[in-house]
């Protein structure tokens, strides 16, 4: 027998991109109330700028109903604390791709909330296990049956850009994820509408372990003159039926999110096919992080 995801509420940590994509697919198709925290005041403001145009624009294409809409909305409220979170069944940590950003937030979490509030992370490429392993409240040990249980609740819910529409979430056990974490974890990214892999808690996953030399290698093909930006991206569009070429996808993911992603799984394997193109890392230390940040490959205006 399936067991149920039995989140009542859900709390969403990160108000950029995925972090708004989950809360989005959360509360249109798991419809469940959503606690939505960011640090930074005008993230928020853009997020929810950016649901209310998703959900103005699947009511103007009669994919839900100004209702239905309405009701989605609703069901999203902002907190300036992770304190708010008290009250949630599961909370999605969807911060920048750094361990320690991630680590700090996985420590208050583990002392603020119930053992029993699965905690879930969409990082794309780091150690789940290492993250599980900073759940454990202060004074107790890994070994400890409180620290196991905090631990066991920690969880990879890897979601993909942009999640309305991407129809995968690749769950992560960590070595100290309960068989009931996962079940719940997997049954609420159903809810949301997905489709679920596992893969196992290893650098960057299945997905980004495929991904990343690919983009990696076309940034190196440019870099080497092999062809245009241009031509690589047509080559893999009509060549290979890709809905983006990988300069774009590249773009399109962020520049700096795919360097973060890159050195994460280049450290944790030590294989040269993830070492990241001093092309990209120029790029970055030029602040062009893609369509975010208005350049990348491409040129973006802002909407
Ligand atoms: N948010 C929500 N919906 C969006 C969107 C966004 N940012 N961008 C596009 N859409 C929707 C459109 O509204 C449209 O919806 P409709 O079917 O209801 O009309 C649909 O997507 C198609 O959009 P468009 O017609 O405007 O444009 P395209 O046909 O070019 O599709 C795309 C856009 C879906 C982004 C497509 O180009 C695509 O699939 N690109 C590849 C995306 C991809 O590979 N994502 C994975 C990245 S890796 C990742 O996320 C993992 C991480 O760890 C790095």
Redesign the pocket.
Known sequence: MSIAHGVRKAAVIGAG??GL?IA?VSAVHAKVPVLLHDKSPAQVKSGLG?MDK?LA??VS?G?LTSEAAKEARDRVSVVDDLKHFRDADLVIEAVA?NLTIKESIFRTLSAELSPKTILAT????ISITKIAATAIPQGKTASDPEGKESAGRVVGL?????????KLVELIAATQTSQETLERARAYAIACGKEVTYSKDVPGFV??GL??PFINEAIMMLERGVATRDDIDKTMKLGAN???GPL??AD???LD??LA?QQTIYHGTGDSKYRPSVLLERMVDAQWYGRKSGKGFYEYSKE
């Open positions: 991109q995925m994509g989005f950016l998703l624009k699947d294409k994919k791709e969409n990082t794309s490429s890897h979601f993909f850009n942009p999640v309305p529409v991407m997905a980004n991904l990343m890709h809905p983006m774009q996808l399109f993911i962020g999110t795919c992603i």
